[in-house]
T-cell receptor
Framework: GDSVTQMEGPVTLSEEAFLTINCTYT??????LFWYVQYPGEGLQLLLK?????DKGSNKGFEATYRKETTSFHLEKGSVQVSDSAVYFC???????????????FGKGTKLSVKP | EPEVTQTPSHQVTQMGQEVILRCVPI?????FYWYRQILGQKVEFLVS????????KSEIFDDRFSVERPDGSNFTLKIRSTKLEDSAMYFC????????????FGPGTRLTVL
């Protein structure tokens, strides 16, 4: 079935370090890909998305490129801040128009802690 | 900026009781969802709702669960005969129209079943 696999954490980095969180997916249709972020005690917020192959989503210094050939959507940031400490979820939704209702399939989440 | 709201933020109930979790989706959105997140685990899809009916549901959404949009603004999740394993954070989400449109999530309701 359709699924998302992301690297398990926790990931601990020093401020200004480079961040990569790996995400790969398995999908029978044509997925759109998302990264959501969950700050402590809060709900899920969309961080970025990409709806077709080779699209790059970006927001707040974070980037991810939809790679169909490697079925990946890795999240990167060049210089993390303490305020980036959160749980990051990779997710997909199928866009096959044949019955999908757009529900999101999430990975397990990666907890990021950034130390000053 | 429009947002999805949920009430209550925390609900404590005794096993076997019924609970209703409430959500107010973004006003012009057409698709509505419930997800849950058991502590420390991934977010799981429960049900999607469109045009006043359930359009898709997961295995988790058994016959103890029901959803309703009673008045054109609220979207509720009812759980009857609650079990200990229903304890989780429940998130409501809404989406405008296209499958590629962003789903906006509410802040969640933490349900604790004792």
């Amino acid at each position: 079935g359709d699924s998302v696999t992301q690297m398990e954490g926790p990931v601990t980095l020093s401020e200004e370090a480079f961040l990569t969180i790996n995400c790969t997916y398995t999908a029978t249709g044509y997925p759109s890909l998302f990264w959501y972020v969950q700050y402590p005690g809060e709900g899920l917020q969309l961080l970025l998305k990409a709806t077709k192959a080779d699209d790059k989503g970006s927001n707040k210094g974070f980037e991810a490129t939809y790679r169909k050939e490697t079925t990946s959507f890795h999240l990167e940031k060049g210089s993390v801040q303490v305020s980036d400490s959160a749980v990051y979820f990779c997710a997909l939704t199928l866009v096959d128009y044949g019955g999908s209702q757009g529900n999101l399939i999430f990975g397990k989440g990666t907890k990021l802690s950034v130390k000053p | 900026e429009p947002e999805v709201t949920q009430t209550p933020s925390h609900q404590v109930t005794q096993m076997g009781q019924e609970v209703i979790l409430r959500c107010v989706p973004i006003s012009n959105h057409l698709y509505f969802y419930w997800y849950r997140q058991i502590l420390g685990q991934k977010v799981e899809f429960l049900v999607s709702f469109y045009n006043n009916e359930i359009s898709e549901k997961s295995e988790i959404f058994d016959d103890r669960f029901s959803v309703e949009r009673p008045d054109g603004s609220n979207f509720t999740l009812k759980i009857r005969s609650t079990k200990l394993e229903d304890s989780a954070m429940y998130f409501c989400a809404s989406r405008w129209r296209a499958l590629t449109d962003t789903q906006y999530f509410g802040p969640g309701t933490r349900l604790t079943v004792l």
